[in-house]
């Protein structure tokens, strides 16, 4: 509280990221960061911007990169919108897309940054409850809305919702935005890319941070119909010409050229993922099915936060949400194989101790 | 116009950047980008930075960096804060401290680029003309308002107020924010930044873009009372966790450590300055006094918009703004003594060609 405040701030409950600790000594699976290093041709491109051009702007179009993802997802560079991680992509999206007069819905238990935006902008909204098994209820999202938004799979559960009924959704509300936050499809699911050019209220939104090894970098897009791509670039044109670096738009541009990479590395987490969920139902963990780089995880007779506290005890960090109906699970990022087989190590000492 | 955009949309105006050809054609003196290359510690920072650790977030409360600012200007972190350039600090500031109930003032020529915020967030406010000779009327700051922002220098005029008149104007309004965006403080003027202790409604932005060379990596930084800065941290906790990636961190940070490699550098400019304004009266041009890194000019019979053509035929681009009492001015960037040499070779010929 402040006497200059815009009384608006003192209403906000601003977004609370993962711990980050700034030094080494953490396994960090808390996050969903990726535990392999960034394509080396990102690096090599990034060592290359790292000249006395860094003196000039950016290019304020950032084509190369625009152009780098039109030919990833098939489509037209006219058709992409970039931003400064996906955070400040869905942080437009909210302004270009969400009228404040109408209400919009999303998940009770989702991606916990929504209902920050909402409060920010001052949008009204509903919180559409996930059925008991976590799983996103279709019909639900077929009411009269001001705008949909949620992650496909969700967040934090890692669940999938299949490609036929986001098109129900999306072909349903042909009068309002749809707002699918892929940031976790790359492990596993399908993407709704196919359908922007079938579906002008369809806003496909992707990260380079959790996919690309490039958290650090920052790099976040959306996809979708000229027309709204032209709504994301009016915002961005009116709060910061030029939101990514030179070094990001050189790393970005090749780390998403590398086709190759992604889906080597990507693999490789797919298949300690599903490892690590073997080995955590046979110490009688539930794991809700994952189709992202984390499992989301409960036990019928540890509580979550004490593990939570244990782990962190041992050096290692998982993410705990004390809210409703999520406060007895723990989000645990699929690291190396090696990081996983020291937390599934810690966790059996665990279950052997507090049987 | 699209159907699914907020109506906001439709209201707003852009901003629109100078140009930024990607191809290297052009000598370049139409967005103030400084001449010489960033601090080579600087680079060496990035290059070390430069590795497999971008798989992970940066800090989201960048703490060296706002150590370095906060050094530089002997207060405390917790009076700084940092953005994606000082575009994007003036963002969060108005949404942070401009109540949308209230009306804030800022001069009729100054920076394009608050008209479009004010546009965005929905803030009314009402123009305060320059003097006849662009100076700032500081008397007509001194009426009611939610809210005052300029720049100081003033752009594009160049013209810089005195300190004792700064601080006329924020001890007059001690119940609202007066918000100094001092980007282009560095060639000459005297900063601010000495008044935040004694003045809580007082925030200075600076950016890297221009006096650190480092356009290209997006660095800005607001410096004010702790109350002030923690109202910046709530609107970015809603907005983006981390708006400066690890590459811009770790840049800036050396960046604004090396401060003998500002002073030389910023000096070379300033000397610049001096001869081509000489240079461009002995050619008739009335030159507003400047203490940024550029010129504000204007010819009693060559037309601003004809002489801006000219010199984009010859591969010089200078700034022209189509707008009331400036639009037979030419904004020119200081850039090295050869292309200040080349430039005013070009516009010799011109006055003679044209007398």
């Known amino acids: 509280m402040n006497k200059f405040w815009n009384p608006l701030l003192n209403e906000l409950e601003p977004y609370a990221p ?33 000249n006395e051009r860094l003196r000039f702007y950016p290019d304020p179009e950032c084509l190369e990169l625009r152009k780098a993802i039109a030919k990833y997802h098939k489509i037209l560079p006219e058709q992409v919108f970039v931003g400064n991680g996906s955070d400040e992509v869905l942080a437009f999206a909210y302004l270009s897309f969400f009228n404040p007069e109408k209400t919009i819905l999303f998940p009770d238990i989702t991606y916990s940054f929504y209902p ?11 919180l559409i409850a996930l059925n008991d098994d976590f799983t996103l209820p279709v019909e639900k999202f077929l009411q009269e809305n001001g705008g949909i938004i949620f992650p496909n799979p969700n967040a934090p559960t890692g669940i999938f919702l299949p490609l036929k009924n986001i098109e129900g959704i999306v ?35 992707r990260t380079l941070s959790k996919s690309h090894s490039l958290a650090g970098l920052r790099g976040g897009y959306a996809i979708g119909d000229t027309g709204l791509i032209e709504g994301l670039n009016r ?34 987490i797919i298949s300690t993922r599903e ?34 506290q244990l782990l962190r005890e041992k050096g290692i960090l998982v993410r705990y949400f004390n809210k409703p109906r999520i406060n007895n699970f723990l989000r645990v990022t699929i690291g ?20």
Chains 1, 2 share one sequence.
Not at 241 to 262: N, P, Q
Not at 288 to 295: D, G, R
């Open 275 to 308: 490892k690590v969920t073997l080995s955590l139902i046979k110490l009688d963990f539930m794991v809700l099915p994952s189709k992202a780089n984390f499992l989301f995880i409960t036990h019928p007779s540890l509580p979550a936060n004490e593990i939570y």
């Open 18 to 50: 993962g711990e980050q600790p700034q030094d080494k000594k953490y396994i960090k699976l808390n996050t969903n960061e990726n535990p392999y290093p960034p394509s080396p041709r990102a690096i090599a491109a990034i060592q290359q911007a790292t």
């Open 235 to 268: 915002v961005k044109n009116s709060i910061n010409s030029y939101t990514l670096d030179r070094l990001a738009l050189a790393g970005a541009t090749e780390a998403i050229l590398d086709r190759e990479y992604l889906e080597k590395t990507t693999a490789k």
């Open 336 to 355: 190396s194989d090696q990081e996983m087989d020291n937390f599934l190590h810690t966790i059996n000492e665990m279950v052997n101790i507090h049987p």
């Open 171 to 205: 072909k349903h509300n042909s009068n309002s935005i749809v707002i699918l936050d892929e940031a976790y499809i790359a492990f596993g699911g399908e993407s709704a890319d196919k359908l922007i050019d079938k579906y002008s209220n369809l806003l496909v939104i």
């Open 116 to 126: 920050v935006y909402a409060n920010l902008f001052r949008n009204k909204y509903k």
